[in-house]
């Protein structure tokens, strides 16, 4: 089974400045997609950001870019000029590429979350 | 497009008594799930389904049944409500194979609150 690891509770940031969100994850597939999602206060959940796999190269929008490493199961992200708006719980999530069995394609595997303040 | 519905947003319920979160999605979407998210916690697995007429349990199933009579509806039951179900539900919904980067993505209801007294 695999499992995601957000390693930091809250995360706190001035507006104008950088901060990086960490996720570690564990899984032996060599197939999958790993999402951020944001959580404002109204739950909602916004997708962020996605990155597929089997890409080398780091997925970006707009302000929020992704730095993914493959071999060490690594995908933190990265917002740039930190906005008040961004304020939010932001979870990492995991869904595997294989459709083993027609069961496991749309599952998602989440972290526990971080918490991102944002300082004016 | 209204994407994914999820009914009603709010509820409070007494210990005992049951209950059905409505989830309906207008994408025709093979795959629909349920989530509940408590405090400090990610969301976790409840109950999925890949098609119509077929559902399975996921992380934490105990308490719940779903059923699948149609591709836009996925409704989640609540047997017997007990103060560990007090929680936050997400309906979630995505194509059971990518198609194009959009397919990848999986889609997510508002939210239902519910708190069992």
């Known amino acids: 089974a695999q499992t995601v690891t957000q390693s930091q509770p809250e995360m706190s940031v001035q507006e104008a400045e950088t901060v990086t969100l960490s996720c570690t994850y564990d899984?032996?597939?060599?197939?999958?997609?790993l999402f951020w999602y944001k959580q404002p206060p109204s739950r909602q959940m916004i997708l962020v950001i996605r990155?597929?796999?089997?890409?080398?190269q780091n997925a970006t929008e707009n302000r929020f870019s992704v730095n993914f490493q493959k071999a060490a199961k690594s995908f933190s992200l990265k917002i740039s000029d930190s906005q008040l708006g961004d304020a939010a719980m932001y979870f990492c999530a995991y869904r595997s590429a294989t459709n083993a069995g027609g069961t496991s394609y749309g599952k998602l595997t989440f972290g526990q979350g971080t918490i991102l303040t944002v300082h004016p | 497009n209204a994407g994914v519905t999820q009914t009603p947003k709010f509820q409070v319920l007494k210990t005992g008594q049951s209950m059905t979160l409505q989830c309906a999605q207008d994408?025709?979407?093979?795959?629909m799930s349920w989530y509940r998210q408590d405090p400090g916690m990610g969301l976790r697995l409840i109950h999925y389904s890949v098609g119509a007429g077929i559902t399975d349990q996921g992380e934490v199933p105990n308490g719940y049944n779903v059923s699948r009579s149609t591709t836009e509806d996925f409704p989640l039951r609540l047997l017997s409500a007990a103060p560990s179900q007090t929680s936050v539900y997400f309906c979630?919904?995505?194509?059971?194979?990518?198609?194009?980067?959009?397919?990848?993505?999986?889609?997510f209801g508002e939210g239902s609150w519910l708190t069992v007294v």
């Open positions: 899984t032996s597939e060599s197939d999958y997609y």
């Open positions: 990155q597929e796999a089997y890409k080398q």
């Open positions: 979630a919904s995505s194509y059971q194979q990518g198609i194009g980067a959009s397919g990848n993505t999986i889609y």
């Open positions: 994408m025709n979407h093979e795959y």
